[in-house]
C-alpha cells in the first residue's frame, strides 16, 4: 500500500503505479494497454492464449535469511533474446557501467512475469505481448523479426513508442504505455545491481559508528540554493 | 482442574502482551503467555543489509508478503491462511495480523508519539467520543517510565501536540536529511512547524541493545535490538526473572467462567496438534490485539453472559477506530540531480510535522474535530526499491534523467484521528469459522463526514507545503478517494474500550473488566479514543501502569 500516491500531475495515466511500487507493493505494472486497438487506424496487439500459472509462491514463512525464488522461469530462449535486445537499448554499456543484461536484468524479468501471484500475472500477458507485438511490428515493416531487423531498423521503431508523443498516437498508444512499463522495470532491475547501485550513487545499507552525520556540507550547500530559489531562505528548519 | 503454577495468563505476546507479562514477572508474578503464532528470533531470523535484488520480485509485496519479501511478519498480512474474517454489505475493512512471537512490534514504524491533555477529554472538548477515565497527568509519569525502558529518540519540543518527556528520558534523535528540511521551510512558510519524530529506536545502547548503525530497514526487524520489538527486550528480560513461561501455537478460543462468574479458564486451540486445551487461570491478561481480544470476549459465551464475556454494556467489539490516512507526492525540480549522501538514517522519518491546529478547532475555523500528522517520505533509498518516474526514451540520455530523478521525490502521508460512530465495529459471523473452528469476526465500516472533511483538509495542505517547494499539483482526488481503507494504516483501537462507568464500557481505567474482576485487556482495545499520534506507545504504557495495577491487587488478595 502506497503511503504518499502520486499526485495527479503525471503524464501518462499508466505512471499511477509507480509510487506503490516505489513502497515495495505489487500492483499491475502496466496500465493503459487494456483498450483494444482504434478501429479504423493500422494499430495491432498480439491475441495471446496464456496459461495461468498454478505453482506455488514462497508462502508466508519464507526464509528470508536465504531467499530463494521457487518458482520457475518461463519465458522462451527467444523470449529472453529480445527481453536483453531491449533492455540493452534502454541502458546500454557505458563505460565501466554494463549493460542491463549484463547484470541479469533479463532474469529480474523472466522471475517477475513467471511468479504465480495476480498482479504478476496481469504483467506477464502485457510484457509478453509487447515482445510479440515487437516481432508482429517489424515483421509489418522490415519482413523480419525484431531480432533480425538491423539496428537502424530496430531503433526507428523504438522512436516510434519511447517518447511522450507516442502515447497521443493512436496506432502506438497501446504499445507506448507497456513500453514504458518495461522501461521502468528495467531501471528498478538495472539499479538494483551492485554494478547499477553504484552506477546511480547509493551510498546507504552501510552500517556507521557514532551518529548519524546527516547532509554532507555539499548537500547543504546545495539545499541552500534551492532554498534561496524558492524564496525560503528566511523559513529554514531550526 | 489441576492448581495452575502461575498466576497469571497472559493472551498475546505483542506491545501489550510483553509488556504486562515483563512488567507482573518484574513484580514476582509468575506468568504463562499464550501466543497464536509461531515462536521467532529477530537475532537469527532478520535479513540485515539483504538488498531488494536478492529478494524475490525486488522485494516487492505479494499477497504472501503484502509488505515485501524481508518485511518481519510470519505467517500474516491482510489474509492469514485458514483464518479468515467477513465484512458487512458495503463495508471496506482490512485487519493485518501477525502469527509470531512479538506480534506486529516486529515490524512495526516504531513512530511514538504521546497522546496530550487534550487527547484524553476529546468528548468534553468537542462532544465527539468518549472520555479517557483519566487525565494526562496520570499516564505522564508511566509514559517516561515506558520510553526509558523502551527506547525512544526525539526531542522535548514544547508544542501543545507533542507534551515534553521527563528530562534525560529521550535519546538524541538523528540530523533531519535535505529533503526533509526543504519540507520544514516550505511547512514554516505557511505557519506549521516541523519537528524530530519520535521513534522507537536507540541511538544510544541500553540493556543488551546496541544503538542504531543507520542502515537496513526496521520493518525487517533489528537483530541488534536498536529498532524496539519485544522479542529483543521484553520477553526476553521477563524470562530472565524465571517468571514467565511461554506457549506458541496457542490459539485461544474462549476464557470460561464457573458459576459465579469469576474467570477460571482459557481454552485454546494447539496449533500443532489441533488438539483443545483448557489452562486453569487465576487472572487473565488478554492482549490479543483490540479486535482479536474483542473476538475472544464475543466467543466465550455463558449462562451467565449470554451476549459474550464482559459484554454487559453491549460495547464489546464497538468503537472501533483506525487511523485515517491519505497521502500526496511529487518529483520537486529543485531537488533533480542533487549531491548524493547516505540519507538511510533510522530508515524512517527524522522531522515529521505534528498536528497545529488545535487553537484553529477551538475557535470553530475547521469542519473537523480531530487532528492529523504528516509523515513525509523522502530520501536515496535502495534504488532497487525504486522506480523511476516517467522517463522519455532510452539509452544513455534516458539513464540519466533517471539518475537526476532519484531522491527528488517527496510525499506527505497524513495520519489522522478517527472520532468513533455506530457504524464501525465489529461482531462474530455465525456462519464463518476459521481452521480452528473458531468463529470468525465480521467488521463493519464507514468513515464520517469527519474523516473526509479531514483528508480534504490535509490534501489541501499538502498541496500546499509540495507546491511552495516548486512542484506541480494540478487537480486533488477527492477525500473518498483518497482516504485509505478502515484498518489499513493498522491502528484499529477501541473495541473493549476503558471508561469511567460500567454503562458504556468494557473496562475501568486499569484495563479491568466491569464484569470479571481477574479479566483485564491490555492491548490497543482498551483506547476510549484514537489520537493520531501512533497506538504502541500509548498500548505499552497502558500495559506497564495497568499490570502494576494488576500485580498489587494480587499482593493485596483482592483477586
Not at chain 2, 471508561?499 to 479491568?512: L, W
Amino acid at each position: 500500500m502506497d503511503k504518499f500516491p502520486r499526485a495527479r500531475l503525471t503524464r501518462r495515466e499508466s505512471l499511477k503505479w509507480l509510487g506503490a511500487i516505489a513502497a515495495g507493493v505489487s500492483v499491475p505494472l502496466i496500465h493503459g494497454c487494456d483498450k483494444k486497438p482504434a478501429p479504423g487506424t493500422d494499430a495491432h496487439w498480439p491475441e495471446l492464449n496464456l496459461q495461468p500459472i498454478t505453482v506455488a509462491g514462497y508462502g508466508t514463512d519464507p526464509d528470508v535469511m536465504k531467499p530463494e525464488t521457487p518458482w520457475p522461469l518461463t519465458m522462451t530462449a527467444e523470449q529472453r533474446e529480445l527481453t536483453s535486445l531491449i533492455a540493452d537499448i534502454l541502458v546500454p554499456r557505458e563505460g565501466d557501467y554494463p549493460s542491463a543484461s549484463e547484470v541479469s536484468v533479463t532474469d529480474v524479468i523472466d522471475e517477475w512475469i513467471s511468479a504465480p501471484y495476480p498482479r504478476f500475472q496481469t504483467d506477464r500477458l502485457k510484457i509478453l505481448s509487447g515482445l510479440a507485438w515487437l516481432d508482429d511490428e517489424s515483421m509489418q515493416r522490415f519482413a523480419r523479426k525484431f531480432g533480425e531487423a538491423s539496428t537502424g531498423q530496430q531503433l526507428e521503431i523504438i522512436d516510434d513508442i519511447a517518447w511522450e508523443e507516442a502515447g497521443s498516437n493512436p496506432r502506438f498508444a497501446q504499445m507506448a504505455g507497456v513500453f514504458d512499463g518495461l522501461r521502468r522495470l528495467v531501471m528498478s532491475a538495472y539499479f538494483s545491481s551492485p554494478e547499477g547501485t553504484k552506477d546511480i550513487g547509493y551510498q546507504g545499507n552501510v552500517p556507521l559508528a557514532g551518529d548519524y552525520p546527516g547532509p554532507t556540507p555539499e548537500a547543504l550547500e546545495h539545499l541552500d540554493g534551492v532554498l534561496e530559489e524558492l524564496g525560503l531562505s528566511d523559513y529554514r528548519y531550526s | 482442574m489441576i492448581e495452575p503454577n502461575y498466576d497469571v495468563v497472559v493472551v498475546g505476546s505483542g506491545a501489550g502482551g510483553a509488556m504486562a507479562a515483563y512488567t507482573l514477572t518484574r513484580a514476582g508474578k509468575k506468568v504463562l503467555m499464550l501466543e497464536a503464532g509461531r515462536d521467532y528470533d529477530p537475532v537469527k531470523e532478520t535479513p540485515m543489509f539483504n538488498t531488494a535484488r536478492e529478494a524475490p520480485l525486488l522485494g516487492r509485496g505479494t499477497p504472501d508478503k503484502p509488505f515485501g519479501f524481508f518485511d518481519a511478519t510470519v505467517d500474516g498480512g491482510w489474509e492469514v491462511p485458514g483464518e479468515p474474517y467477513t465484512t458487512g454489505k458495503d463495508s471496506e475493512f482490512r485487519w493485518w495480523r501477525a502469527r509470531m512471537l512479538g506480534g506486529r512490534t516486529n515490524h512495526w514504524g516504531r513512530y511514538s508519539l504521546r497522546f496530550s491533555e487534550h487527547d484524553f477529554k476529546g468528548y468534553s472538548r468537542d462532544g465527539f467520543g468518549a472520555d479517557w477515565p483519566f487525565e494526562y497527568a496520570e499516564l505522564a509519569p508511566w509514559y517516561d517510565r515506558t520510553e526509558a525502558l523502551v527506547g525512544v529518540c526525539g526531542t522535548n519540543t514544547g508544542l501543545d501536540d507533542m507534551p515534553d518527556s521527563a528530562p534525560g528520558v529521550l535519546q538524541p534523535p538523528p540530523k533531519p536529511r535535505v529533503p526533509e528540511l526543504l519540507v520544514a521551510a516550505a511547512a514554516r512558510k505557511l505557519g506549521i512547524p516541523s519537528a524530530p519524530m519520535h521513534r522507537a529506536i536507540l541511538t544510544r545502547p541500553i540493556d543488551n541493545r546496541a544503538a542504531c548503525f543507520y542502515a537496513t530497514s526496521c520493518k525487517r526487524g533489528c537483530s541488534i535490538g536498536a529498532a524496539f520489538q519485544t522479542t529483543t527486550s521484553l520477553l526476553p528480560m521477563a524470562r530472565a526473572t524465571g517468571n514467565l513461561e511461554t506457549i506458541t501455537d496457542a490459539m485461544v478460543r474462549s476464557v470460561d467462567v464457573d458459576d459465579q462468574g469469576t474467570v477460571t479458564a482459557v481454552t485454546y486451540i494447539d496449533k500443532k496438534s489441533g488438539n483443545s486445551v483448557s489452562l486453569p487461570a487465576r487472572a487473565v491478561v488478554l492482549a490479543a490485539s483490540a479486535c482479536e481480544s474483542a473476538r475472544v470476549l464475543l466467543n466465550s459465551k455463558s449462562s451467565q453472559f449470554p451476549d459474550g464475556l464482559a459484554n454487559s454494556s453491549g460495547q464489546v467489539g464497538r468503537n472501533i477506530m483506525d487511523s485515517t490516512g491519505a497521502g500526496l507526492s511529487a518529483y520537486i525540480p529543485a531537488l533533480r540531480g542533487r549531491p548524493v549522501y547516505n540519507e538511510d538514517g533510522h530508515t524512517a522519518n527524522h522531522l515529521f510535522i505534528p498536528w497545529w491546529g488545535h487553537e484553529a478547532q477551538a475557535n470553530g475555523e475547521l469542519d473537523f474535530a480531530r487532528g492529523y500528522h504528516f509523515e513525509m517520505g523522502t530520501g536515496f533509498r535502495d534504488p532497487g526499491t525504486w522506480s523511476p518516474p516517467s522517463l522519455d526514451g532510452y539509452g544513455p540520455d534516458m539513464k540519466r534523467q533517471a539518475k537526476q530523478d532519484y531522491g527528488a521525490r517527496v510525499g506527505l502521508a497524513l495520519r489522522g484521528e478517527m472520532v468513533p460512530n455506530e457504524n464501525s465495529y465489529m461482531e462474530i459471523d455465525e456462519n464463518v469459522q476459521d481452521k480452528w473452528g473458531i468463529p470468525v469476526v465480521k467488521f463493519h465500516w464507514k468513515w464520517s463526514e469527519q474523516e473526509l472533511n479531514q483528508v480534504a483538509h490535509g490534501l489541501r495542505t499538502a498541496k500546499d507545503i509540495l507546491t511552495t517547494m516548486g512542484a506541480s499539483i494540478p487537480s486533488l482526488p477527492s477525500p473518498e478517494e483518497a482516504i485509505r481503507k478502515g484498518g489499513e494504516v493498522i491502528h484499529e483501537v477501541g473495541s473493549t474500550r476503558m471508561g469511567a462507568s460500567p454503562e458504556d464500557s468494557v473496562t475501568n481505567q486499569y484495563g479491568q473488566t466491569w464484569d470479571c474482576n481477574n479479566l483485564f485487556v491490555m492491548d490497543g482495545g482498551v483506547f476510549a479514543s484514537n489520537p493520531h499520534k501512533n497506538c504502541t506507545l500509548t498500548i505499552m504504557t497502558l500495559a506497564m501502569r495497568n499490570a502494576s495495577w494488576l500485580a498489587g491487587q494480587l499482593d493485596k488478595g483482592a483477586i
